[in-house]
């Protein structure tokens, strides 16, 4: 028996000596493979009435380039809990800190020194710690929510 590459190369005209020389033998000497050429030869004549639709100059292009985007791995990143970690450890050491300012007065004075509290405010190095803080603080929400968003649109990154 042939096969139906090698079939379809003789009624393409294409098929090389050797291959006619089987089908030919075939021909003769096999039933099923005379009812399997015709229904072949059947099929290639509608195939070749059927006209031929062209495809855009870009066809292949957008086709590779839509085959890579679903093959590329997307991972997905998880949200961080660090900010509401902070927030709750922030929150914590706000309450103990007002707790022991409190406990460290006197039982019978139940006014507090609002004067010492916001003396911490005017201390020099807790201003520069609190403004180096909000300044990486803003850095890292700007890299991330501009500039990541950004370079992955433009270099077509996806992480």
Known sequence: MMKDEE????LD???TAETIARHNECLANSSEYRVLFQEYAEMH????EMPLEK????????LIDKWELS???VLER??????FYFLILSVILIIATLVMALASNSSIKTSFDVNASVRIFQNRIFINTLLIVNTLLIFNYLDKKVFKPYFEKRYHIHL
């Open 7 to 10: 079939i379809f190369d003789i």
């Open 13 to 15: 005209g294409t098929a």
């Open 45 to 48: 004549a509608l195939l070749a």
């Open 55 to 62: 495809t855009a100059v870009n066809f292949t292009d957008k």
């Open 71 to 73: 093959q590329e791995v």
């Open 78 to 83: 998880k949200t961080s809990k660090l900010p």
